[in-house]
């Protein structure tokens, strides 16, 4: 029962669009921060390399 109110308390949270509203979701990230989630983690996790970045970076230590 508690899963389901929870649920029910974040749905609007779940889905966040890339335009519109950029403000972070702060319930999912309390109820994350509640049970000991590592949020900046799961961001690093699930953010995509941008095409070309390591070329940039490597690039970027040759030259300095």
Do not use: F, S, W
Not at 24 to 40: C, H, K, N, R, S
């Amino acid at each position: 029962m508690t899963t389901l109110l929870l649920d029910c308390a974040l749905v609007d949270n779940v889905r966040m669009l890339g335009y519109g509203k950029p403000e972070a979701p702060e319930p999912m990230l309390a109820a994350a921060t509640q049970y000991g989630i590592d949020v900046e983690a799961v961001r690093q996790a699930y953010t995509p390399e941008m095409p070309g970045a390591a070329h940039a970076d490597a690039d970027a230590e040759v030259t300095a």
